[in-house]
């Protein structure tokens, strides 16, 4: 029903981030871009120090003394020597994509880059190489001042001071330095995908919502903008005050920068739709690979038993599993944990060729040699694109076939390779030189917007600036309002961790083109902008050629996207491909997306079959997807893709019902007898068509780790003396072929009971004591009990004392309403707080009133005032000649006892009067100052 109106998709207005930085300079020494930072502004002295940083004093070789932090660092430097911070920010600032105003731009641009510079222009975020071991080179560059460091491979990554660049750039154990360029896939709210993958019939059919899991996201930031509480409160995400019961916090074990967009969190939310019951959790993937890779180790050490990401760096290599991969693969492998990753948004958005020497000199450098883009006989070493007035053009990644040093224990590039887009004169209008040979890292990056006001013409060069010949050279390129006019080859674009053997990278349809809401969508329609796979990786972990490529099967599987969120993205029209969005809430688009959604229905898996290993997650995931053979291509036209698996869509679209098996061990019950006894009795139910041969209970107190406690061949199970606690229980059982897999968990706490309060007799001045006794259940040792009360009721409550009996006396209440309740505290700290007791000490009349105390009084008097109804009362102080001295007004509620005060060290010494009165009531008490 839809199909008529795929050519329109591209013109919603849904809100995918990218960089567009702005240009304008026309002096030739003065690119428009470096690498990716835009120059607009920044002045000819500025450009020409960063410019010699690298090249040298003769201005043609790769030698100056800045050559190992790279020209676009270089550049950061100098101008920040030349302009401080400011300079630095409005570098910044230029090179920060807005979100797509345009509505033709709207569908071009699915990635979000962060700028690595920090909002304040005082620091960068940057990969760093090391020569040798990494901890050398960390410590020298703590010593720089960076900060939020981490490393992975041979590359430390975290926040430099700017300032700090020229000292780094001279480090023996620094190889070469890069910014940390990263991007996001992107693109009382219910979920489109628990539709499309019919993940809401698992929930309801099987009572499966992911309990016992815990699912954790890597993106840029999960609160920096500070709602997440609305989202909570909304039902949206778990925490405390979720109105669904879901009150377990998200885990956030690393936030992301203050300038992040929370994409983690609209990520969240999408896994919470689909996996209500499973706890969250999240690790920011940015300011360098390190830290991202770190934060992969980090989530597995929380707990994570599913782990997504939708984050991509430029420095992640082509044709060689890096420091990324390699952590996806420990956790996998080694902590049995299943990993997601969104596959791209490239689509095939990638030129690749041979390697091909023109003959010609360069225009960088006259001493280079000028790629031939021209696979005939002729020659031709331009690549003209064409860019309409406002149009942007990201070459992200661009590299070839050389190891990388970022990998532990790797060879680096041989080869040194610089590109430049140079305009219709011949002037260089973005650059990128790095030294590939001196850093061992075989990428170069560029990002130019044309804002001359009218369309341009420009021409990409590739120039080998020394070493061998590179077997092929690639890049993928994105943006908006850009054509690349000639040798456009359409390579694979799914690079990276994502190609890493244990991670499962999901691609994209959008849910308006699933079965689910478009019955000629058998199953799905993939995405124009979904990356396809097909990068042969090349070389060994040692930097070794392989003997045979690799080319692993990517991507695995398809996932839905344009997904409703509270706050990420734009809306769909609500009249927009016959109105089947009608809501007014944000749809998410991008592998972004569909990642976290075939995340969460790989925990409902992990629920129902708690011991299978991530290889048993993928292929239930693969061996029941339905074959997509349709995809829209670059410009909305239907294309067909062949049947069985391929590189656009993997296995196919993930099918929740067909995907998750039905639980073997269901309903985990823990049900507590009567309030003395500390006994509780577990039940379950079991799959009639497995064999189980035996149950292992076990209990964890708190947070602590779950200990076996009995052995059982059937259910039910009593439990005996279990005594005061917060207790977990799963059940570990075995089938007859030595399979083992774990239940949910079950939760139950034994807590004080038959909390009583009684009063005693009333003493001279009107108060009255408080017996106050409860009973612990059988099993319980080594308690302290903290009691606590609460004047009338609201307000907090406080402390009264402390025992380690099961009885106390609070003294001296005076007249009105309390709550009371004990805290029971264990050895270790842990905690318990008891349902609340209400006592009214009985008011005899309108208002009670004690004090003022101490008396004499050296500086704050203190009156108790209780009174039978709400109202305000005025506070007086006069002195012995009735002249007033002090007036102040409080608000009492009825039946609550209130503390007054009042400062009476700047009087002298003498004889007072304190006075106050209310509606139905006036007090006077006599107070002496003394000095």
Same mark, same amino acid.
């Given at each position: 029903?839809?199909?008529?109106?795929?050519?329109?998709?591209?013109?919603?207005?849904?809100?995918?981030?990218?960089?567009?930085?702005?240009?304008?300079?026309?002096?030739?020494?003065?690119?428009?871009?470096?690498?990716?930072?835009?120059?607009?502004?920044?002045?000819? %002295?500025?450009?020409?120090?960063? $410019?010699?940083?690298?090249?040298?004093?003769?201005?043609?070789?790769?030698?100056?003394?800045?050559?190992?932090?790279? +020209?676009?660092?270089?550049?950061?430097?100098?101008?920040?020597?030349?302009?401080?911070?400011?300079?630095?920010?409005?570098?910044?600032?230029?090179?920060?994509?807005?979100?797509? /105003?345009?509505?033709?731009?709207?569908?071009?641009?699915?990635?979000?880059?962060?700028?690595?510079?920090?909002?304040?222009?005082?620091?960068?975020?940057?990969?760093?190489?090391?020569?040798?071991?990494?901890?050398?080179?960390?410590?020298?560059?703590?010593?720089?001042?960076?900060?939020?460091?981490?490393?992975?491979?041979?590359?430390?990554?975290?926040?430099?001071?700017?300032?700090?660049?020229?000292?780094?750039?001279?480090?023996?154990?620094?190889?070469?330095?890069? *910014?940390?360029?990263? $991007?996001?896939?992107?693109?009382?709210?219910?979920?489109?995908?628990? &539709?499309?993958?019919? &993940?809401?019939?698992?929930?309801?059919?099987?009572?499966?919502?992911?309990?016992?899991?815990?699912?954790?996201?890597?993106?840029?930031?999960?609160?920096?903008?500070?709602?997440?509480?609305?989202?909570?409160?909304?039902?949206?995400?778990?925490?405390?005050?979720?109105?669904?019961?879901?009150? +377990?916090?998200?885990?956030?074990?690393?936030?992301?920068?203050?300038?992040?967009?929370?994409?983690?969190?609209?990520?969240?939310?999408?896994?919470?739709?689909?996996?209500?019951?499973?706890?969250?959790?999240?690790?920011?993937?940015?300011?360098?690979?390190?830290?991202?890779?770190?934060?992969?180790?980090?989530?597995?050490?929380?707990?994570?038993?599913?782990?997504?990401?939708?984050?991509?760096?430029?420095?992640?290599?082509?044709?060689?599993?890096?420091?990324?991969?390699?952590?996806?693969?420990?956790?996998?492998?080694?902590?049995?944990?299943?990993?997601?990753? %969104?596959?791209?948004?490239?689509?095939?958005?990638?030129?690749?060729?041979?390697? $091909?020497?023109?003959?010609?000199?360069?225009?960088?450098?006259?001493?280079?040699?000028?790629?031939?883009?021209? *696979?005939?006989?002729?020659?031709?070493?331009?690549?003209?694109?064409?860019?309409?007035?406002?149009?942007?053009?990201?070459?992200?990644?661009?590299?070839?076939?050389?190891? %990388?040093?970022?990998?532990?224990?790797?060879?680096?590039?041989?080869?040194? =390779?610089?590109?430049?887009?140079?305009?219709?004169?011949?002037?260089?209008?973005?650059?990128?030189?790095?030294?590939?040979?001196?850093?061992?890292?075989?990428?170069? +990056? =560029?990002?130019?917007?044309?804002?001359?006001?009218?369309?341009?013409?420009?021409?990409?060069?590739?120039?080998?600036?020394?070493?061998?010949?590179?077997?092929?050279? /690639?890049?993928?390129?994105?943006?908006?309002?850009?054509?690349?006019?000639?040798?456009?080859?359409?390579?694979?674009?799914?690079?990276?961790?994502?190609?890493?053997?244990?991670?499962?990278?999901?691609?994209?349809? *959008?849910?308006?083109?699933?079965?689910?809401?478009?019955?000629?969508?058998?199953?799905? =329609?993939?995405? %124009?902008?979904?990356?396809?796979?097909?990068?042969?990786?090349?070389?060994?972990?040692?930097?070794?050629? $392989?003997?045979?490529?690799?080319?692993?099967?990517?991507?695995?599987?398809?996932?839905?996207?344009?997904?409703?969120?509270?706050? @990420?993205?734009?809306?769909?029209?609500?009249?927009?491909?016959?109105?089947?969005?009608?809501?007014?809430?944000?749809?998410?688009?991008?592998?972004?997306?569909?990642?976290?959604?075939?995340?969460?229905?790989?925990?409902?898996?992990?629920?129902?079959?708690?011991?299978?290993?991530?290889?048993?997650?993928?292929?239930?995931?693969?061996?029941?997807?339905?074959?997509?053979?349709?995809?829209?291509?670059?410009?909305?036209?239907?294309?067909?893709?062949?049947?069985?698996?391929?590189?656009?869509?993997?296995?196919?679209?993930?099918?929740?019902?067909?995907?998750?098996?039905?639980?073997?061990?269901?309903?985990?019950?823990?049900?507590?007898?009567?309030?003395?006894?500390?006994?509780?009795?577990?039940?379950?139910?079991?799959?009639?068509?497995?064999?189980?041969?035996?149950?292992?209970?076990?209990?964890?107190?708190?947070?602590?780790?779950?200990?076996?406690?009995?052995?059982?061949?059937?259910?039910?199970?009593?439990?005996?003396?279990?005594?005061?606690?917060? @207790? +977990?229980?799963?059940?570990?059982?075995?089938?007859?072929?030595?399979?083992?897999?774990?239940?949910?968990?079950?939760?139950?706490?034994?807590?004080?009971?038959?909390?009583?309060?009684?009063?005693?007799? /009333?003493?001279?001045?009107?108060?009255?004591?408080?017996?106050?006794?409860?009973?612990?259940?059988?099993?319980?040792?080594?308690?302290?009990?903290?009691?606590?009360?609460?004047?009338?009721?609201?307000?907090?409550?406080?402390?009264?004392?402390?025992?380690?009996?099961?009885? @106390?006396?609070?003294?001296?209440?005076?007249?009105?309403?309390?709550?009371?309740?004990?805290?029971?505290?264990?050895?270790?700290?842990?905690?318990?707080?008891?349902?609340?007791?209400?006592?009214?000490?009985?008011?005899?009349?309108?208002?009670?009133?004690?004090?003022?105390?101490?008396?004499?009084?050296?500086?704050?008097?203190?009156?108790?005032?209780?009174?039978?109804?709400?109202?305000?009362?005025?506070?007086?102080?006069?002195?012995?000649?009735?002249?007033?001295?002090?007036?102040?007004?409080?608000?009492?509620?009825?039946?609550? *006892?209130?503390?007054?005060?009042?400062?009476?060290?700047?009087?002298?010494?003498?004889?007072?009067?304190?006075?106050?009165?209310?509606?139905? @009531?006036?007090?006077?008490?006599?107070?002496?100052?003394?000095?």
């Amino acid at each position: 029903m839809y199909r008529v109106c795929l050519t329109a998709f591209v013109l919603l207005g849904i809100a995918l981030f990218g960089t567009v930085p702005a240009a304008g300079q026309d002096d030739p020494e003065n690119p428009r871009a470096v690498g990716m930072l835009d120059t607009e502004g920044i002045s000819t %002295s500025v450009m020409r120090a960063a $410019r010699r940083g690298i090249t040298g004093p003769d201005g043609t070789g790769k030698n100056g003394p800045l050559v190992k932090i790279g +020209s676009e660092l270089a550049l950061l430097y100098e101008q920040q020597q030349a302009a401080g911070a400011a300079g630095v920010r409005s570098i910044r600032e230029q090179s920060v994509q807005p979100i797509a /105003k345009r509505q033709e731009d709207v569908g071009q641009i699915r990635s979000r880059v962060q700028s690595p510079i920090s909002p304040d222009g005082e620091s960068v975020s940057v990969n760093a190489i090391a020569v040798g071991e990494t901890d050398r080179l960390y410590a020298e560059l703590r010593r720089l001042g960076l900060e939020n460091g981490a490393s992975a491979g041979d590359v430390v990554s975290g926040k430099l001071p700017i300032g700090a660049l020229g000292d780094a750039a001279q480090l023996d154990a620094l190889q070469g330095m890069l *910014p940390a360029h990263v $991007r996001t896939h992107t693109g009382s709210v219910g979920s489109e995908a628990d &539709t499309s993958h019919a &993940t809401v019939a698992v929930r309801e059919t099987r009572n499966l919502d992911g309990s016992g899991q815990k699912i954790c996201a890597l993106s840029d930031s999960y609160d920096a903008r500070g709602q997440a509480s609305r989202d909570i409160q909304s039902g949206d995400l778990p925490g405390p005050g979720n109105p669904e019961g879901n009150t +377990s916090p998200v885990d956030v074990v690393q936030e992301g920068g203050a300038d992040g967009s929370d994409e983690g969190r609209a990520m969240l939310q999408l896994i919470h739709d689909i996996a209500p019951g499973a706890e969250l959790g999240f690790h920011t993937a940015f300011g360098g690979i390190g830290i991202f890779a770190q934060g992969i180790r980090d989530l597995a050490d929380a707990g994570c038993t599913v782990i997504v990401d939708d984050v991509g760096y430029n420095l992640e290599p082509f044709y060689q599993d890096g420091p990324v991969s390699n952590a996806v693969d420990d956790v996998v492998q080694n902590e049995g944990i299943p990993y997601f990753s %969104s596959a791209g948004n490239d689509g095939q958005n990638s030129y690749e060729a041979p390697f $091909r020497d023109s003959g010609e000199p360069g225009v960088i450098n006259s001493s280079s040699d000028a790629h031939d883009f021209d *696979p005939s006989s002729g020659t031709d070493t331009r690549q003209e694109i064409t860019l309409e007035a406002g149009g942007n053009f990201r070459i992200f990644s661009f590299q070839w076939t050389d190891p %990388s040093s970022i990998v532990d224990g790797s060879d680096g590039a041989d080869t040194d =390779i610089d590109v430049a887009l140079v305009d219709e004169t011949g002037t260089i209008v973005a650059e990128s030189i790095g030294n590939n040979i001196e850093t061992g890292v075989p990428l170069e +990056s =560029i990002d130019y917007t044309n804002e001359t006001g009218s369309a341009q013409t420009l021409d990409l060069v590739i120039e080998k600036a020394g070493g061998p010949d590179p077997e092929e050279v /690639k890049y993928v390129y994105s943006g908006s309002g850009y054509a690349i006019q000639e040798y456009d080859t359409l390579g694979p674009t799914v690079y990276g961790h994502p190609m890493a053997e244990g991670a499962m990278a999901v691609a994209a349809a *959008p849910f308006f083109f699933t079965s689910a809401y478009d019955s000629d969508a058998d199953p799905a =329609i993939l995405e %124009s902008f979904s990356s396809k796979g097909g990068i042969p990786l090349l070389f060994n972990q040692d930097g070794s050629r $392989r003997a045979t490529p690799k080319v692993r099967q990517k991507p695995d599987v398809t996932g839905t996207d344009g997904i409703d969120n509270t706050f @990420f993205g734009s809306d769909i029209s609500d009249t927009a491909l016959g109105g089947v969005d009608p809501d007014p809430h944000p749809n998410f688009f991008g592998t972004s997306a569909a990642a976290p959604n075939v995340a969460a229905i790989g925990a409902l898996i992990r629920q129902a079959r708690p011991g299978l290993a991530p290889a048993g997650v993928y292929d239930r995931l693969e061996s029941t997807a339905a074959d997509v053979t349709e995809r829209a291509d670059r410009t909305n036209t239907l294309q067909q893709i062949g049947s069985g698996r391929d590189p656009w869509s993997g296995a196919g679209f993930v099918q929740g019902p067909d995907a998750v098996p039905d639980p073997v061990l269901t309903g985990l019950q823990a049900t507590a007898e009567n309030s003395r006894s500390g006994a509780v009795t577990l039940s379950w139910e079991v799959d009639p068509d497995v064999s189980i041969q035996n149950y292992k209970v076990q209990r964890r107190y708190f947070n602590g780790q779950f200990e076996a406690v009995k052995s059982v061949d059937a259910p039910p199970v009593r439990l005996e003396g279990l005594g005061l606690g917060a @207790f +977990s229980f799963r059940v570990r059982w075995t089938r007859a072929d030595g399979t083992q897999g774990t239940s949910v968990i079950a939760t139950d706490t034994l807590n004080v009971q038959e909390l009583s309060a009684t009063e005693g007799m /009333k003493d001279e001045s009107g108060r009255r004591p408080v017996e106050l006794s409860w009973s612990t259940p059988q099993g319980t040792k080594g308690f302290t009990y903290r009691i606590e009360r609460q004047k009338g009721r609201q307000g907090p409550f406080e402390s009264v004392g402390t025992t380690d009996r099961t009885s @106390f006396r609070a003294e001296r209440q005076v007249p009105g309403k309390y709550n009371y309740r004990v805290v029971s505290i264990d050895e270790q700290g842990n905690s318990l707080t008891s349902q609340a007791e209400s006592k009214q000490i009985e008011l005899e009349e309108s208002a009670f009133a004690l004090g003022p105390y101490p008396n004499p009084v050296r500086s704050t008097a203190t009156l108790d005032v209780t009174a039978q109804t709400g109202q305000s009362v005025t506070i007086e102080v006069y002195d012995a000649l009735g002249r007033r001295l002090y007036q102040d007004r409080r608000d009492l509620e009825a039946l609550t *006892p209130a503390t007054l005060t009042v400062d009476a060290s700047r009087w002298s010494s003498g004889t007072y009067f304190l006075r106050v009165s209310g509606n139905e @009531f006036t007090k006077t008490r006599k107070m002496v100052v003394v000095r």
